[in-house]
């Protein structure tokens, strides 16, 4: 099993940029898409950006086409999640999840969640 840990979290003023990191430990990395998703309070957990094992091939949702980019640094074990042009609605915890498809990663099942990490944009 792949054991997940998100950091890079904060508070942002809106229009500000935050760098989010997924580090995996386990197994094997390269086995696994990962996924980005948040969950606002009071609000359902949603999709954000998801990434295939190679980097390949990316999804984005909607709402943050063109502000965030998804990548991975296999050596690294590790995803990034840049976000750019923040709005206080991007206000969320973020998690990171892996499975072996891309996807599966985005409907789910998956293999491993990680804990998640706050990000606030004030406004």
């Known amino acids: 099993q792949v054991q997940l840990v998100e950091s890079g979290g904060g508070l942002v003023q809106a229009g500000g940029s935050l760098r989010l990191s997924c580090a995996a430990s386990?197994?094997?990395?390269?086995?696994?898409?990962i996924c980005w998703f948040r969950q606002a309070p009071g609000k359902e957990r949603e999709f954000v950006a998801a990434?295939?094992?190679?980097?390949?091939?990316?999804s984005y949702a909607d709402s943050v086409k063109g502000r965030f980019t998804i990548s991975r640094d296999n050596a690294k074990n590790t995803v990034y999640l840049q976000m750019n042009s923040l709005k206080p609605e991007d206000t969320a915890v973020y998690s990171c999840?892996?499975?072996?498809?891309?996807?599966?990663?985005?409907?789910?099942?998956?293999?491993?969640w990680g804990q998640g990490t706050l990000v606030t944009v004030s406004s």
């Open positions: 999840a892996a499975d072996t498809y891309l996807r599966t990663v985005i409907t789910g099942p998956r293999a491993a």
């Open positions: 386990g197994r094997t990395f390269t086995n696994y898409a």
């Open positions: 990434i295939s094992w190679s980097g390949g091939d990316t």
